[in-house]
Antibody, heavy 121, light 111 residues
Framework: EVQLVQSGAEVKKPGESLKISCKGSGYSFTSYWIGWVRQMPGKGLEWMGLIYPGDSDTRYSPSFQGQVTISVDKSISTAFLQWSSLKASDTAMYYC??????????????WGQGTLVTVSS | QSALTQPPSVSGSPGQSVTISCTGASSDVGTYNRVSWYQQPPGTAPKLMIYDVSNRPSGVPDRFSGSKSGNTASLTISGLQAEDEADYYCSSYTSSSTSVVFGGGTKLTVL
């Protein structure tokens, strides 16, 4: 079964760092881009960025460039999303998803189950 | 503000049909057929319903169909069922630096 399994919910304080993960299985992990998507409470989906596990080529949405870092460890089929200094406004559900299609143009399927990040003092 | 424009809400009675629109620009929907649609019931992860404008993944009922005309893509759900109540999002490839754009989402209510 093709699936992405994300790390568990996190509760952090403003200014703290965080790295969440997304592990792929059931397919050739290095052959498809992986995307990260933010969903703030009660809001819509926002694309954050993409990474190609084969060569770690990374693309960021201008809205998230410099705010987060996307990385990958292909030896363990896992992509990561990290923050160096969290803000309360980072409170959201974060999803990873595999991008199918050709290159970085395609559709997201499957999706991970989501990681809820709560940032509060 | 989302790059793709969707109506905030639509509604229909069981058995009826509804259509959700997704309006973009020549840099995305108008030029590329990489339009996809996602269903998100409350408290769950999004699920792919349509890809490449009008293709259904295995397991998605044929009540769901997609189309495109100019800069606007559409998702039509026929024979509405209570289980179709969810938020629906469109997405497109874009030639701008973002690569991917989502619509703002449409809440479907089955009356």
């Amino acid at each position: 079964e093709v699936q992405l399994v994300q790390s568990g919910a996190e509760v952090k304080k403003p200014g703290e760092s965080l790295k969440i993960s997304c592990k792929g299985s059931g397919y050739s992990f290095t052959s498809y881009w992986i995307g990260w998507v933010r969903q703030m409470p009660g809001k819509g989906l926002e694309w954050m960025g993409l990474i190609y596990p084969g060569d770690s080529d990374t693309r960021y949405s201008p809205s998230f460039q410099g705010q987060v870092t996307i990385s990958v460890d292909k030896s363990i089929s896992t992509a990561f999303l990290q923050w160096s200094s969290l803000k309360a406004s980072d409170t959201a559900m974060y999803y990873c998803a595999t991008l199918k299609g050709s290159g970085s143009a395609g559709w997201f399927d499957p999706w991970g189950q989501g990681t809820l990040v709560t940032v509060s003092s | 503000q989302s790059a793709l424009t969707q109506p905030p809400s639509v509604s229909g009675s069981p058995g009826q049909s509804v259509t959700i629109s997704c309006t973009g620009a020549s840099s995305d929907v108008g030029t590329y057929n990489r339009v996809s649609w996602y269903q998100q019931p409350p408290g769950t992860a999004p699920k792919l319903m349509i890809y490449d404008v009008s293709n259904r993944p295995s397991g998605v009922p044929d009540r769901f169909s997609g189309s495109k005309s100019g800069n606007t893509a559409s998702l039509t759900i026929s024979g509405l069922q209570a289980e179709d109540e969810a938020d629906y999002y469109c997405s497109s490839y874009t030639s701008s630096s973002t690569s991917v754009v989502f619509g703002g989402g449409t809440k479907l209510t089955v009356l």
